[in-house]
T-cell receptor, first 114, second 117 residues
Framework: AQKVTQAQTEISVVEKEDVTLDCVYE???????LFWYKQPPSGELVFLIR??????QNEISGRYSWNFQKSTSSFNFTITASQVVDSAVYFC???????????FGAGTTVTVRA | KAGVTQTPRYLIKTRGQQVTLSCSPI?????VSWYQQTPGQGLQFLFE???????NKGNFPGRFSGRQFSNSRSEMNVSTLELGDSALYLC????????????????FGPGTRLTVL
């Protein structure tokens, strides 16, 4: 069974602060895929980033960056210089190879205050 | 390219009724997945269809069913509605480029908010 844990329920920051979201996962698959999605109040899940288990290189994409550490089963996500429009619920998700079933964490609500 | 569309966006039903929700994937995407989102259980996988075949199913009762048409559009049906079926139902489409391997990214629609009274 696959499991994703997002320990942070809510995070509140002031605009321009950095926000780091924690994600810890459990899986028996040797090949798996990790995702971060954003859900604004409108309800639609918006894809942000994806990482394959066999690629531990961490990257930066605009104001987003992520830290994938296989040794600790963590896939943390950082928003740099947060903006009010970043206010949303952020979900970490996991799927196995050839498996189009996403297992989601409970989500972290991020509130960015002006 | 148009995104995933879901109809209707909002629906109110009463207990015991049945409901059908529709999802049109992104053009060219042949895999469609369905998820249920509730405050108590979070986001849960319902099922996934590819080429009109259900390939994977989540842990939901048989009242939840789905199908996919030859144009990749999908519908899900919930029969004998219960109060607990009130939820946001999300559909996602995937452009499967590596059949059997994966996984490619799932892109979600705006969802159908179902309220059961």
């Amino acid at each position: 069974a696959q499991k994703v844990t997002q320990a942070q329920t809510e995070i509140s920051v002031v605009e321009k602060e950095d926000v780091t979201l924690d994600c810890v996962y459990e899986t028996r698959d040797t090949t798996y895929y990790l995702f971060w999605y954003k859900q604004p109040p409108s309800g639609e899940l918006v894809f942000l980033i994806r990482r394959n288990s066999f690629d531990e290189q961490n990257e930066i994409s605009g104001r987003y960056s992520w830290n994938f550490q296989k040794s600790t089963s963590s896939f943390n996500f950082t928003i740099t210089a947060s903006q009010v429009v970043d206010s949303a619920v952020y979900f970490c998700a996991l799927s196995g190879s050839g498996d189009y079933k996403l297992s989601f964490g409970a989500g972290t609500t991020v509130t960015v205050r002006a | 390219k148009a995104g995933v569309t879901q109809t209707p966006r909002y629906l109110i039903k009463t207990r015991g009724q049945q409901v059908t929700l529709s999802c049109s994937p992104i053009s060219g995407h042949r895999s469609v997945s369905w998820y249920q989102q509730t405050p108590g259980q979070g986001l849960q996988f319902l099922f996934e269809y590819f080429s009109e075949t259900q390939r994977n199913k989540g842990n939901f009762p048989g009242r939840f069913s789905g199908r996919q048409f030859s144009n990749s559009r999908s519908e899900m049906n919930v029969s004998t509605l219960e109060l607990g079926d009130s939820a946001l139902y999300l559909c996602a489409s995937t452009n499967i480029r590596t059949a059997g391997l994966g996984t490619d990214t799932q892109y979600f629609g705006p969802g159908t908010r179902l309220t059961v009274l």
